[in-house]
């Protein structure tokens, strides 16, 4: 309930001459402020004016980060700067710091975010720092009070923007070795210069066709172990494309 209000003489240690401009708040919680007047004649205001704010020194909860490629689902390496960011566990947030660099606790939610800013949106994604490697993001929580979480809470991935290089390929026929007439449709398959690779898309066509179109990552074409052989599909000059994958699901030109 409101504070009965004061008389003209009352609260002789409280009535102040000058207008404060800050007030201690008692404990943590819904705390509420009621201010009354006086003037020179000594009257009172008859009413209060009245403010509430919410007192809170307690940290949220620590987050979760999980960090992905947007398009691959891989949680172990992403293909370009564009990372997906999946941040939980925040039901307390209010504001979020997602960083390389911001190693440590910020002092609140209104103190610096290095390496990138407050924001009152959940993050979805964040441009890494460009350069393949291993990359650390750090991600801060802030509550409505401007506490941030205890505990840094990270997430590693990979950047792996390098596509395999185009590998080399040669045919020959399995009993004589030749490299420019078979009479088996099932041949030689020599792939070379292929060492980023963990995956590869052979495709066999007539060498007079358009050449094919470059699978995708997820094309099912991939096969583990590397292809020995290829099975030719008519009779005639026949073409032989290979790509390759890497562990990243970069995928090489043919």
């Known amino acids: 309930a409101a504070p009965a209000a004061p008389t003209y003489n009352s ?3 409280t009535w102040l ?5 800050t007030q201690a708040l ?25 403010a509430t704010i919410n007192y809170s020194t307690s940290a949220p909860a620590d987050p979760t980060l999980a960090l992905s490629d947007a398009t691959t689902s891989s949680a172990t390496y ?5 990372t997906a960011v999946l941040i939980a566990n925040d039901a307390a947030a209010t504001k979020w710091c997602v960083s ?10 209104v103190a610096a975010c290095n390496g990138g800013a407050w924001v009152g ?4 994604t964040l441009n890494v720092s460009g350069g393949d490697g291993l990359k650390t993001v750090y991600v801060w929580i802030a509550d409505a009070a401007n506490n941030v979480n205890d505990n840094a809470v990270t997430d590693t991935i990979t950047l792996d923007t390098t596509v395999p290089a185009t590998p080399t390929v040669a045919l020959s026929d399995q009993n004589t070795s030749s490299t420019t007439n078979t009479n088996l449709a099932l041949v030689n398959l020599s792939i070379t210069g292929d060492a980023d690779a963990t995956r590869w898309c052979v495709i066999e066509q007539d060498a007079g066709s358009a050449n094919p179109t470059a699978p995708t990552f997820s094309s099912g074409c991939f096969v583990t172990p590397k292809p020995t052989t290829v ?17 990243a699901l970069n995928v090489s030109a043919a």
């Open 11 to 13: 609260c002789s240690t």
């Open 17 to 21: 001459g000058t207008r404060p401009t």
């Open 26 to 50: 008692g404990a943590t919680g819904l705390r509420k402020i009621y201010v009354y007047t006086r003037d020179v004649a000594g009257n009172v205001s008859a009413a209060a004016a009245a």
């Open 78 to 82: 992403v293909r370009q700067v564009a």
């Open 100 to 109: 390389e660099t911001q190693t440590t606790k910020p002092a609140s939610g």
């Open 121 to 124: 949106t959940r993050p979805t």
């Open 231 to 247: 099975t030719l599909g008519a009779e005639g000059s026949r073409k032989v494309f290979v790509y390759t994958r890497d562990v």
